[in-house]
């Protein structure tokens, strides 16, 4: 084939190469603050992010969306507004160089009564070229997770990957382990696939 004839080589989108690009394009200031530090209902929710060999990603961006702590889910707009004062559910925080993130939020409330309450997660990093979804369980209400029906469909011994722990001061911790022992259940959103 003659080089004129030949098709031209296109060049990469940001979905099709290892990145990341959200370094310096999406992080945005108090992202990370659904409610201020001095709320008085605020709960700190933070973890690692490790990859198949159990070593920290120190490049992954994480998001969640959350009821508040009546398990209304925010409606209002402006979600990247820090206001102090409007909780709107949403929130964005990169990993540290060593894999480590924090939120600031509150405890979610069942959206319905008897359901348990939930953080959906969804994690972008090097290598990946869709984003991952999952779900942060909170521990405390043992009956409302033993009913839960995403929680039911899986392997009694892969439901622990979405429970998060509580701490002894109140903060949750939850670690997302990308692949390998203990991987973190992903879900998959049909309608969200490209």
């Known amino acids: 084939m003659s080089e004129t004839s030949a098709t031209p080589a296109l060049p990469a989108t940001p979905g099709q190469t290892i990145g990341p690009f959200f370094g310096y394009a999406l992080p945005y200031d108090k992202g990370e603050l659904l409610v201020p530090l001095g709320h008085p209902r ?19 961006m994480l998001e969640i ?13 402006g979600s990247l507004v820090r206001d102090g004062y409007t909780f709107t559910g949403f929130g964005r925080a990169a990993v540290d160089n060593e894999g480590h993130y924090t939120f600031t939020t509150v405890d979610p409330g069942p959206t319905e009564p008897g359901r348990a309450p939930f953080i959906t ?7 990946l ?12 209400d043992t009956e409302a997770l033993a009913n839960d029906p995403l929680l039911r469909s899986l392997p009694e011994d892969r439901r ?15 670690d ?5 022992e203990d991987e973190t259940v992903f879900l998959t959103y049909p309608n969200l696939e490209p």
């Open 42 to 60: 605020a709960v700190r929710l933070h973890g690692t992010v490790t990859d198949g060999r159990g070593d920290t990603v120190p490049d992954a």
């Open 65 to 77: 969306w959350q009821a508040d702590g009546d398990g209304a889910v925010p409606t209002a707009t």
């Open 121 to 127: 997660l969804t994690v972008f990093a090097r290598g």
């Open 129 to 140: 070229l869709n984003r991952l979804f999952t779900r942060i369980y909170l521990p405390e």
């Open 160 to 174: 622990r990957t979405l429970i998060a722990e509580r701490e002894a001061d109140g903060s949750l911790r939850f």
């Open 176 to 180: 997302v382990r990308m692949q390998g």
